[in-house]
């Protein structure tokens, strides 16, 4: 069983810098592409980055020249580096595995 376990969220000025990290169980992380999605409150879940297995990368419009999407395959890693953070970033990230697995989310507030 794929386990995918989330952290580094928290509470940030808006401007400011996190990183959240998502960590993977299992043998496949590799194989497979990561992606991160957010989901604000009372809003559905929006897809912000992804980075195949070959490192390829794509992001969302309302994402694109502030965050970063990388990965570690020797530590089962995925990383979102996020700048210049807004309030309207406000959301719980989700990591996800392929196309099947995601994590618990961890909670991400911008302040005004």
């Known amino acids: 069983q794929v386990q995918l376990v989330e952290s580094g969220g928290g509470l940030v000025q808006a401007g400011g810098s996190l990183r959240l990290s998502c960590t993977a169980s299992g043998s496949i992380f590799g194989d497979n592409a990561m992606a991160w999605y957010r989901q604000a409150l009372g809003k559905q879940r929006e897809w912000v980055a992804v980075?195949?297995?070959?490192?390829?990368?794509n992001y969302a419009d309302s994402v694109k020249g502030r965050f970063t999407i990388s990965r570690d395959n020797a530590r089962n890693t995925v990383y979102l580096q996020m700048n210049s953070l807004k309030p309207e970033d406000t959301a719980v990230y989700y990591c996800?595995?392929?196309?099947?697995?995601w994590g618990q989310g961890t909670q991400v507030t911008v302040s005004s």
């Open positions: 980075i195949t297995s070959g490192f390829d990368t």
């Open positions: 996800k595995l392929g196309t099947r697995y």
